[in-house]
T-cell receptor
Framework: DTEVTQTPKHLVMGMTNKKSLKCEQHMGHRAMYWYKQKAKKPPELMFVYSYEKLSINESVPSRFSPECPNSSLLNLHLHALQPEDSALYLC???????????FGPGTRLLVL | AQSVTQLGSHVSVSEGALVLLRCNYSSSVPPYLFWYVQYPNQGLQLLLKYTTGATLVKGINGFEAEFKKSETSFHLTKPSAHMSDAAEYFCAVSTGGGKLIFGQGTELSVKP
């Protein structure tokens, strides 16, 4: 089973709100990723967690805060977002060998 | 540095016709190559991958791709297009370290 789940599917938030996105996988993968995707564009890497430690931060603004509570879960905490942060947020995971990433269905975020 | 170029942002074929989506890559080390498909309002689904071994790779839904090192190409083909193949297709390269480099994507339209 190569399933990555994400909740919620859709999220609308104001610029002063705090919300969180959740990602879960039960494939024993030890690397997890957050991507941001704008319409008609490829996904852009935001963060990488390897063995529950943050290994890559692609200079993402601090209003995005990732968290990896355990090897199956990945959260993205959102605070004081801007309208330009509206996008599809994708989570992915990969096995310890690392080369193949499996993506979740995404959370479509709208910031008003 | 690694890079991926997808020739043609939009490809249109008739149902039953050959599908050919072009991907060229640049990599200083042996690459891992991937094709992902993204249907509207969904996440990315892995179609196929090349890591090592046989250069002709078969994937899901009747797609296949051939790794040609001399041409630095990894074109995606399907002998007969189906209406359900209409989607966005992304070629990607990975050289380890948790980063996937995506091409800009090719939107495939299938005409009845």
């Amino acid at each position: 089973d190569t399933e990555v789940t994400q909740t919620p599917k859709h999220l609308v938030m104001g610029m002063t709100n705090k919300k969180s996105l959740k990602c879960e996988q039960h494939m024993g993968h030890r690397a997890m990723y957050w991507y941001k995707q704008k319409a008609k564009k490829p996904p852009e890497l935001m963060f990488v967690y390897s063995y529950e430690k943050l290994s890559i931060n692609e200079s993402v603004p601090s209003r995005f805060s990732p968290e990896c509570p355990n090897s199956s879960l990945l959260n993205l905490h959102l605070h004081a977002l801007q309208p330009e942060d509206s996008a599809l947020y994708l989570c992915a995971s990969s096995p310890p060998s690392g080369e193949t990433q499996y993506f979740g269905p995404g959370t479509r975020l709208l910031v008003l | 540095a690694q890079s991926v170029t997808q020739l043609g942002s939009h490809v249109s074929v008739s149902e039953g016709a050959l599908v050919l989506l072009r991907c060229n890559y640049s990599s200083s080390v042996p690459p891992y190559l991937f094709w992902y498909v993204q249907y509207p309002n969904q996440g990315l689904q892995l179609l196929l991958k090349y890591t090592t071994g046989a250069t002709l790779v078969k994937g899901i839904n009747g797609f296949e791709a051939e790794f040609k090192k001399s041409e630095t190409s990894f074109h995606l083909t399907k002998p007969s297009a189906h209406m359900s193949d209409a989607a966005e297709y992304f070629c990607a390269v990975s050289t380890g370290g948790g980063k996937l480099i995506f091409g800009q994507g090719t939107e495939l339209s299938v005409k009845p």
